[in-house]
């Protein structure tokens, strides 16, 4: 069985193409898979990726100004990674696409044994908009995290898509829907669980 008194810590980058203080559908949604998630014991913190100058690239570093690296860390930094991103245009956000396009230098990065350094940590991911789309955007978040090294937990995302051509906001309504509440307690149930399993036990050195 797993430890659960194990501490673990959680980082929720909110994708959402407003910078801080506007509010963020993406960052209620986030912020509520954090709340979950310390309910078994892990502690979390968010960041507004909009917030920060994260050039164009695939590199760890792309030079003066970039501020990706000192995210990259607090990345490394945590057990598990929340990516959480608003619907445009039936696709994720063009923030998240840089976030994934970034993570791909991860590639080039492995321990003592091969193996790339996000070996060993979880994603998941949370949808929120007023238009179809969160399948497809989970589907490709997964894809390229899968591709970085990170692993998806049993049932890694939850999502919120309004009623078709009547127009909402996820942070706009009275109470969290039902279905989204279970979907964020069995993801952080999951996702924790998981954790600490590949904290127990590691995935094999490269080759083996």
Not at 6 to 18: H, I, M, R
Not at 33 to 40: K, P, V
Not at 52 to 78: C, N, Q, S
Not at 139 to 165: K, R
Request: aromatic letters at 4%.
């Amino acid at each position: 069985m797993t430890d659960t008194a194990t501490p673990l810590s959680a980082l929720a980058l909110v994708c959402s193409l407003k910078a801080s203080p506007a509010e963020s559908s993406s960052e209620v949604i986030a912020g509520q898979i954090l709340t979950a998630l310390g309910e078994h014991n892990v502690n979390g913190e968010s960041i507004r990726v909009a917030d920060h100058d994260v050039r164009p690239g695939t590199e760890a570093d792309m030079g003066e100004g970039d501020e990706w690296p000192e995210l990259r860390r607090r990345i490394h930094a945590a057990d598990i990674l929340v990516l959480a991103t608003p619907t445009w245009v039936g696709h994720m956000s063009s923030v998240t696409q840089r976030v994934l396009e970034r993570l791909d230098a991860e590639l080039s990065y492995t321990d003592d044994q091969g193996r790339p350094l996000t070996y060993g940590k979880i994603a998941v991911t949370a949808v929120v908009g007023n238009e179809d789309g969160a399948h497809k955007i989970v589907a490709d978040c997964f894809q390229g995290l899968n591709d970085m090294g990170f692993t998806i937990p049993a049932n890694g995302c939850t999502y919120w898509n309004a009623e078709a051509m009547n127009p909402s906001d996820y942070k706009d309504l009275e109470q969290t829907p039902a279905a989204v509440a279970s979907t964020i307690s069995t993801l952080a149930a999951n996702s924790a669980h998981l954790a600490r399993l590949l904290c127990e036990r590691p995935y094999p050195p490269a080759g083996e």
